[in-house]
Nanobody
Framework: QVQLVESGGGLVQPGGSLRLSCAASGFIFSSSAMRWFRQAPGKERELVAGITSSGTSTNYADSVKGRFTISRDNAKNTVYLQMNSLKPDDTAVYYC?????????WGQGTQVIVSS
């Protein structure tokens, strides 16, 4: 069965950093583009970052450019989101997503809270 398991979320002060991980299994990870989404309370889910299957190209939402970095290690079947200079507005549940066909696959999400 397909599984995407996120980890690394937690509570951090403004200006701090976190690294999220998403471990994939049950499909050919190296052939799948990957994405990170987030959903804040009362808001719609939004695309944060994306990366191609090879890791050659990345893209980011304007709100996180220069602060977040998406990367992947195909040998470990894992995609990462390095988050620096965190702001209270970054508080959300973060989800990883595998681009597979029309619907793709979702992880369970991990909570990130940025607060002093």
């Amino acid at each position: 069965q397909v599984q995407l398991v996120e980890s690394g979320g937690g509570l951090v002060q403004p200006g701090g950093s976190l690294r999220l991980s998403c471990a994939a299994s049950g499909f050919i990870f190296s052939s799948s583009a990957m994405r990170w989404f987030r959903q804040a309370p009362g808001k719609e889910r939004e695309l944060v970052a994306g990366i191609t299957s090879s890791g050659t190209s990345t893209n980011y939402a304007d709100s996180v450019k220069g602060r977040f970095t998406i990367s992947r290690d195909n040998a470990k079947n894992t995609v990462y989101l390095q988050m620096n200079s965190l702001k209270p507005d970054d508080t959300a549940v973060y989800y990883c997503y595998a681009v597979r066909g029309i619907l793709g696959y979702w992880g369970q999400g991990t909570q990130v809270i940025v607060s002093s």
